[in-house]
């Protein structure tokens, strides 16, 4: 082997470093996340009728949810109660961030374009499902040992937010990318 | 199934029992770190006087570096060390560029984007460090590149 073939050329070099999947994949979910960010915040900005709706709407399901168990829940507007113990549902709580998250994950794995279009409305679902039972723990938690409330509510859910994702993009590989 | 079950058991005993740590001890003595620390870092790269969120709720996320890599089945003992060490650097020093942002947009709550790859960045620190577990789920990992120079996955890339 000469030596000309041991030394990459720069270009090459450069086209190896950019086919990395170790670099290529964060790269990119870098750039979905920025696009992702970009149009969560200009939704948040110039749709607030969308997001109060998407707010309710949470709180509906979260309402049916409980209701499923216990009649002492009750609902008006995004205020979910469970026997006396009240949370407001804002829009940081719905999940929308970790959607975007998971959805800058799925776009940037090396993966078909088929596998992408239903893992990205199928994550969000199920981010959107663990969402609704993080909120009814959060209700069961507030009602029966509000001492831990602020524990589970600030820190606990916010640092199982990653698993959350982590997860999802695992059941997401396993069934639609390696199947 | 059991194994994942396994995973996701410990993954949640070690993460209550470091978020616990966090908010009952680690808290203060962090936000103590980031005042001692920060100012001086803060000049020496021109952003003098730039205010020191040392309390965010923001910097927990650490917790999931930590326990995704001790999760994570098959890597070596030095790389499972090493990585947390440098995970928890690079951590500490994305929370310094966190509070740069804030130059950015001042007010109440830190600038959206900065807030979405700070939430993020746990999982991407991860995905270097547990890389030679995780490459295995990369379906052109382990396929050589080919002629054209490209790993075969441009085309399904959108």
Same mark, same amino acid.
């Given at each position: 082997?000469? =030596? ?12 190896? #470093? ?21 149009? !969560?915040?200009?939704? #948040?900005?110039? !749709? ?14 979260? @309402? @049916?949810?409980?209701? *499923?168990?216990?009649?002492? =829940? ?7 109660? #469970? ?9 940081? $709580?719905?999940?929308? *961030?970790?959607?975007?998250? +998971?959805?800058? $994950?799925?776009?940037? !794995? ?13 994550? $969000? ?26 524990? !589970? @509510?600030? +820190?606990?859910?916010?640092? =199982? ?8 993009? +695992?059941?997401?590989?396993? *069934?639609?990318? @390696?199947? | 199934?059991?194994? &994942? ?30 005042? /001692?620390?920060?100012? %001086? ?30 999760? &994570?089945?098959?890597? &070596? ?12 650097? /690079? ?9 740069? /942002? ?8 830190? %600038?959206?984007? %900065? ?23 990369? %379906? ?15 085309? /399904?890339?959108?």
């Amino acid at each position: 082997m000469s =030596t000309a073939e041991k030394t990459p050329e720069p270009g090459h070099r450069l086209r190896n #470093l950019r086919a990395n999947p170790q670099l290529r994949y964060p790269v990119l979910m870098v750039a979905y996340l920025v696009v992702g960010g970009s149009l !969560f915040k200009y939704g #948040l900005e110039n !749709f607030a009728d969308t997001v109060e709706a998407i707010d309710r709407i949470t709180a509906i399901i979260v @309402h @049916h949810f409980i209701g *499923l168990f216990t009649d002492l =829940t009750t609902r008006r507007d995004a205020i979910v109660t #469970l026997d006396g113990f009240a949370v407001a549902i804002i829009i940081e $709580c719905v999940g929308l *961030l970790e959607m975007v998250i +998971y959805s800058a $994950c799925v776009l940037a !794995f090396p993966a078909p374009l088929r596998a992408k279009l239903w893992g990205v409305p199928l994550g $969000c679902a199920a981010i959107f499902g663990f969402n609704v039972l993080r909120i009814t723990t959060l209700l069961i938690v507030g009602r029966y040992q509000n001492d831990y409330f602020d524990f !589970f @509510h600030i +820190y606990f859910w916010q640092a =199982t937010l990653i698993a959350m994702i982590v997860s999802v993009l +695992y059941g997401w590989i396993k *069934l639609f990318v @390696h199947r | 199934m059991k194994k &994942t079950l396994l995973i996701i058991v410990c993954f949640t005993i070690i993460s209550i029992g470091l978020t616990w740590f966090w908010n009952e001890f680690a808290r203060e003595s962090y936000a103590d770190l980031l005042k /001692t620390v920060a100012p %001086p870092i803060y000049k020496l790269i021109g952003f003098e006087g730039a205010r020191v969120g040392a309390l965010r709720e923001r910097y927990i996320n650490f917790v999931p570096f930590v326990s995704l890599l001790l999760v &994570t089945p098959g890597l &070596t003992l030095k790389r499972r060390s090493i990585g947390l060490v440098l995970g928890l650097f /690079t951590i500490f020093v994305s929370h310094l560029a966190l509070n740069l /942002t804030e130059l950015l947009q001042p007010g109440r709550s830190l %600038p959206a984007i %900065p807030s979405v790859l700070s939430d993020a960045f746990p999982f991407f620190v991860w995905i270097f460090v547990a890389y030679p577990v995780l490459a295995k789920f990369l %379906p052109v990992a382990s396929e050589p590149p080919s002629s054209n120079g490209t790993n075969g996955t441009n085309g /399904t890339d959108p």
